[in-house]
Every structure is written in C-alpha cells, then in structure tokens.
C-alpha cells in the first residue's frame, strides 16, 4: 500500500514563502496523480493544486499565481513552492495519489486513493 509523507511545513511571515515535500514508500508517484489539499479548522477540505503524470497542473482559484506544483522524477518527489503566502493560506496540507491510468489529466478534487499526515502551515506576523 502506498504510504505518502509530506514535509516542509512550518510558520512563515505573511509574504513569505514555503516548499512543502511529498515523497512516497514505495517510490512510486511518478506513476500517480498527485494532489495538494489543505484543511483550516472549522472549514472543508480545499483542492490546492494537482499534478498528472505528464507533468501538467492544475491550480484552485486562491492560490493561481502563487504556488507552483513540480515534480523531480528522479528523487520521485512532489513539491509545492508557495510564495507570497497570506494569513488564509493556514492550513494542515495534504499530499494525496491517485491511481488513473485511463485519465490524462488530474483532479483537485476529492477522491484520492491515498493520502499522508499531513503537515501544518501557518502564516503569521
């Protein structure tokens, strides 16, 4: 089963900026969908971005501009560089895969087939 850990979070400054990691156990996301999600307390879980196995992203409307979506297909790792953070951009993010081999193009929208722990942003002066 596959088992994803995210990485990288922290408290950063409003204006800042944050790379959040994603690796899996096996290494084999470069064969995945992979989904950044996040949760503020109190609200629902929001799509942030996603990546297809091509390498073509997809972005939700509060973060379009700001935060880039990658992959390293040799270290077989996801990464999310956020910059110019915001206050609302606190939140417990999520990596997630998904398993589509008949879909190009991903979702940043739930389901997803696995997800991690997940890891705390927080963006405060």
């Known amino acids: 089963q596959l088992q994803l850990v995210e990485s990288g979070g922290g408290l950063v400054q409003p204006g800042g900026s944050l790379r959040l990691s994603c690796a899996g156990s096996?290494?084999?996301?470069?064969?995945?969908?992979i989904g950044w999600f996040r949760q503020a307390p109190g609200k629902e879980r929001e799509g942030v971005s996603c990546?297809?196995?091509?390498?073509?992203?997809k972005y939700g409307d509060s973060v379009k501009g700001r935060f880039s979506i990658s992959r390293d297909r040799a270290t077989d790792m996801v990464y999310l560089q956020m910059n110019s953070l915001k206050p609302e951009d606190t939140a417990v993010y999520y990596c997630?895969?998904?398993?589509?081999?008949?879909?190009?193009?991903?979702?940043?929208?739930?389901?997803?087939?696995?997800w991690g722990q997940g890891t705390q942003v927080t963006v405060s002066s």
């Open positions: 997630a895969a998904n398993w589509k081999p008949t879909e190009p193009f991903c979702t940043i929208q739930p389901p997803y087939d696995s």
């Open positions: 096996p290494p084999i996301l470069n064969a995945y969908h």
């Open positions: 990546i297809d196995v091509t390498g073509r992203a």
